[in-house]
């Protein structure tokens, strides 16, 4: 297991922004990362829906990008909680499984996928999940979560709260066609080609999540901030709910204009956005003032 000390933590985000970790761990099996969990302040996978601080980070963190593959079982996947969604998608594929077409395209991976619920093109994680391995951090134990212990619901579940990391989750997929599966992945990687930034420019994805019965990329986009620019960071031309690090861009850039795209949406239709992305950083520093103007309490710090 790779363990670093005052680790650059951009070289992890798909933002490509971050200062300095206090220090960053890489296991790579279950074993490896159970025996440092206690030690550690937080558990991350892929860093693909996450807003590091420029700043000194004074955190011990975890990366579980390595702790990553699948077994196939008749109908059922077992999936490792660092495993990228593109590859689930195609190895299900070619075992003519359907169910987890839309992430085609996901940067994201398992642990986090499944804490947020993911979903896309009217498909989510929970639709096809039965079970997962969980370690408990409050009880110090590992337990098996079923479905309806999830509580699943719009970017959320029962373990979303920081106190539970996702190890290893169990789904039962269902037969299909293996050309009309490929099919589906591939128009699903075309819509997001079209309509989303790439990771040539960094993003975290959607800034925001949709407030019921509506769509934050179409109140941002009433609000004329497509394009619109903060020091390095810029809001993507073609889809008004994603951030990309233009040129160099810090935290501070990010915070700043989610900032201005949540009053302005609240100013305009008295409604409050909630950040879809989680921002890592000490609550010490000035830029945290930001984020706490954008939340309202709406999302627990990180521990």
Known sequence: M?????????????FKIGGIVKEAAFPETLDELLSIVNEYDLVLGNCSNVLFSSDFINKKIIITKNINGLKTEGEEIEVYCGTKG?????EAQKAGLCGFEFLAGFPGSFGGM???????????????????????????????????????????????DGNYIMLKAKFR???G???????????????????????VHGNAGSIFKNPPNDSAGRLL??????????????????HANFIINENNADSKDVLTLMNKMYSKVKEKYTIELEPEIKYIGDREKEEYKLWEQITKNTQKMPK
């Open 2 to 14: 790779k363990i670093f000390k005052d680790y650059e933590i951009k070289n992890e985000s798909t």
């Open 114 to 160: 499944i804490c947020m619920n993911a979903s896309a093109h009217n498909q989510s994680i929970s639709d096809t999940f039965v079970s997962a391995d969980i370690y408990d951090l409050k009880n110090k134990k590992k337990i098996t979560l079923y479905k309806n212990d999830m509580k699943f619901g719009y970017r959320n579940s029962s373990i979303s």
């Open 173 to 175: 997929l269902n037969e």
């Open 221 to 238: 986009d009433l609000c004329e901030f497509k394009g619109v620019r903060e020091g390095g960071a810029a809001v993507f031309d073609k």
């Open 86 to 90: 593109p590859y689930a998608a195609s």
């Open 177 to 199: 066609n293996r050309e009309k599966i490929k099919e589906i992945m591939q128009r699903n990687v075309e819509f997001r080609r079209t309509r989303q930034p790439s990771l």
